[in-house]
């Protein structure tokens, strides 16, 4: 995939830009259907109405030790559920959820959409309904995803479950969007105005409002600095700065 074309040069995409694209996202939303957006984000309605992709659920071949959640055939305009983990979806919504934001990001923020015939992945085959691996297809761009990433510990970094194809800074981008189209930054700042966010049943309180897994909020309130979490620590604090106010004082 690294050399494909991409819309925008995805290595110093900042995350302020991110939150510019899906804040426009909501709000086209908003303005097709008249109401606000609250949470739930209704991610699958916005990524149908706005960005104008439709879903499929479909077998997807895995080989030993991969996991594959979902596809985007750019061409069909289709993102691919694989039928596989159809159980771990339903035990897990969040993960549905922020599977579905990370094939719109593909879509919205890193291909190009000018030149949908560029090559993919090699080796995927997209048959009737099933993608397969074999040496002629390029059309299906897919995560392969370790098995290891669905320890549900709170402190299980959600940038894990992207740790697949993608070069790094594709799958920073793509993992903020997700993060950002579920989790817009004027909802979780009203969400957190008076709450205790260094606790923990809060955050899980606030992850199970918004419909995301607790990792995936962590990380959003690390990056916009609502809280800061040590490394290796399980004490949060509200925001980097309480931090190392706190270690000033000893």
Not at 145 to 174: H, I, K, M
């Amino acid at each position: 995939m690294g050399s494909r074309m991409r819309r925008h040069d995805l290595t110093n995409m900042r995350t302020r830009a991110i939150d510019a694209v899906t804040g426009l996202r909501i709000r086209q939303y908003e303005q097709l259907t008249g109401t606000p957006v609250t949470f739930p984000v209704p991610i699958e309605k916005i990524v149908e109405r706005v960005l104008g992709l439709d879903f499929d659920w479909t077998d997807i071949d895995e080989q030993p030790g991969e996991q594959i959640l979902a596809g985007l055939i750019p061409e069909e305009r289709r993102i691919v559920l694989n039928s596989r983990h159809l159980e771990l979806f339903r035990q897990k919504p969040g993960l549905e959820r922020s599977t579905i934001g990370h094939e719109a990001g593909h879509w919205d923020i890193d291909i190009d959409r000018t030149s949908l015939h560029h090559p993919r992945l090699p080796g995927f085959d997209m048959q009737t309904s099933v993608v397969r691996r074999q040496a002629s297809d390029r059309r299906v761009l897919v995560e392969v995803l370790n098995r290891a990433v669905y320890d549900s510990r709170y402190f299980e970094l959600y940038r894990q479950l992207t740790a697949g194809q993608d070069p790094p800074e594709v799958r920073s981008a793509v993992d903020r969007y997700q993060s950002s189209l579920l989790m817009p930054d004027w909802l979780i700042r009203a969400a957190v105005r008076d709450v205790d966010v260094t606790a923990w049943p809060v955050l899980y309180e606030l992850a199970d409002r918004a419909q995301v897994s607790i990792s995936n909020l962590v990380v959003r309130l690390r990056r916009l600095d609502i809280i800061y979490l040590p490394e290796g620590s399980k004490q949060l604090y509200p925001g980097r700065d309480a931090f190392v106010g706190q270690k000033h004082l000893f």
